[in-house]
């Protein structure tokens, strides 16, 4: 069961409206409605109010496979595009965003998740972005169509810390994501925009 069916299911069980929900929660009734639609995810504070009001813990919410991305976590600013090779040469554009993340996290396990512009199908980023969140990261959906076309993102595994980077041409920012996540959440099959590269070397 996702997220999205087991808030609603709970909220049903405790005989609340999204209203009465939000109002318990502070928060807008229209956040409800898209927690339940799969269309965001809430964070990790909202996330431990709903646990409270249902009486559960958050890993019984997120449930075994189930996993939210919490509020960023650093934000580091780099000149990407102006990184350098020993030497003084500019990097190539495609490398560069590995050098940034792996500046910021020189001894973490990095993987990049790479993006396709279309599949054999032709459908639209919205629909696999849709169907990735709806298998695993609910607000990783809202995270990507919020970015620019140009920005990378890594799975970044620091310590014992699961971390979703974004790269960005003046910036390395972090989220943590919580709860259990496995590779195949970001993976839809290969004709996906999302899936999982090979991790950099150190």
Same mark, same amino acid.
């Given at each position: ?13 405790? $005989?609340?409206?999204? &209203?009465? +929900? ?8 229209? =956040? !409800?409605?898209?927690? %339940? ?25 997120? $449930?075994?496979?189930? &996993?939210? +991305? ?8 780099? =000149? !990407?595009?102006?990184? %350098? ?97 496995t590779r195949r959440k970001f993976l839809v099959g290969r004709n996906s925009f999302i899936k999982f590269g090979k991790a950099l070397e150190n």
């Open positions: 069961m996702t997220l999205a069916k087991r808030i609603k299911a709970l909220r049903s069980k405790a $005989g609340l409206s999204q &209203a009465e +929900l939000a109002d318990k929660l502070v928060v807008a009734w229209e =956040d !409800v409605q898209d927690w %339940e639609s799969g269309d965001s995810a809430p964070d990790i504070e909202a996330l431990k109010r709903l646990a409270a009001v249902f009486g559960v813990s958050t890993n019984d919410l997120l $449930g075994e496979e189930g &996993a939210v +991305l919490g509020k960023t976590t650093s934000h580091v600013a780099v =000149d !990407v595009k102006s990184l %350098e090779k020993t030497g003084g040469r500019f990097l190539a554009k495609g490398t560069q965003a590995h050098t940034a993340v792996r500046q910021v996290f020189p001894h973490a396990v990095i993987t990049p998740l790479l993006r396709e512009k279309k599949n054999s199908k032709g459908e639209s980023a919205v629909q696999w972005f849709n169907e990735i969140a709806f298998d695993g990261v609910p607000n990783f959906f809202s995270e990507v169509r919020n970015s620019l076309s140009g920005d990378s993102f890594y799975l970044v595994e620091d310590g014992s810390r699961p971390l979703l980077v974004r790269v960005t041409k003046d910036s390395v920012e972090s989220r943590e994501i919580f709860g259990q996540l």
